[in-house]
């Protein structure tokens, strides 16, 4: 990356980096707990669910996109190998090995919140930092992830409301 966008950064650029890494370790298991599960789902409204995980598993699939070119900016380098996921991962996976539409419905919400407080938690530290670039990076993913949350919530309560 060049001097000027360097000294801007205000941080440890390493540290930035390594928190950077460890969302894009989230963002792939992310991506693929949504992709698979939308292979999976049975149950009540079936359709609509299976579409809102396979949006929100290409929504994610853009975050890793956008952490890794940020990483390659600040001169690192993007975790190399899948096996590196789960180790760096701060949110961890939830294999969705009960695959009816609350079940997948629950798991990526608790998925979602998990994000939401480690995206709040980034930004807070990058704010101190006062590194603009990657602040408004952490905050586009994040409202993406508010989004992904509400959109999930609200099926979850459709579903519910069947029964009534
Ligand atoms: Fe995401
Ligand atoms: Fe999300
Ligand atoms: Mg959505």
Known sequence: MGTAGKKIVGMDIKKLVSMLNKALADEWLDYYQYWV??????????????????????????HAGMLAERIVQLGGTPLLSPYDWKANSGCGYDSPKDP???????????????AIGYYHKMLETVKLGNDP??????????EDEVKHEQDLENLQEDIELIKR
Do not use: D, Y
């Open 100 to 114: 009816h539409v609350l079940a997948l419905l629950k798991q990526n919400i608790k998925g979602e919140r998990c």
């Open 133 to 142: 670039i990657t602040f408004n990076l952490i905050r586009k993913i994040m």
């Open 37 to 62: 599960g939308s292979m999976i789902v049975k149950g009540p409204m079936r359709p609509n669910v299976e579409a809102e995980l396979r949006e929100h598993a290409e929504e994610e699939f853009k």
